[in-house]
Nanobody, 120 residues
């Protein structure tokens, strides 16, 4: 069974920093894309940043220059460093992973979500 276990998040003042991390646990997996999405109350879930297996990163325009995504392919971990946080970054942040191997585990997986709240 594939589980994405998230940690980090919390409450921070505007202009501050937070880091969220996510690890795929349960077995040894080959993971293609990983990423972070977020969902604010009343809104749809939107992409924040994604990173390929070769560490090519893409960001939503709203977070470019402030957020940095990285991954450790040995530990199957993806990190999101969030700097210069704004109140509009407040949301539940979800980790995502596209598992390629083993065959029984192939598919898309989501973490349980972690709350990030930025106060003004």
């Amino acid at each position: 069974q594939v589980q994405l276990v998230e940690s980090g998040g919390g409450l921070v003042q505007a202009g501050g920093s937070l880091r969220v991390s996510c690890t795929a646990s349960g077995s040894s997996f080959s993971i293609a894309a990983m990423g972070w999405y977020r969902q604010a109350p009343g809104n749809q879930r939107d992409v924040v940043a994604t990173i390929s297996g070769s560490s090519n990163a893409n960001y939503a325009d709203s977070v470019k220059g402030r957020f940095t995504i990285s991954r450790d392919n040995v530990k199957n971990t993806v990190l999101l460093q969030m700097n210069s946080l704004k109140p509009e970054d407040t949301a539940v942040y979800y980790c995502y992973a596209n598992v390629r191997a083993p065959l029984w585990a192939r598919g898309d997986y989501w973490g349980q979500g972690t709350q990030v709240t930025v106060s003004s």
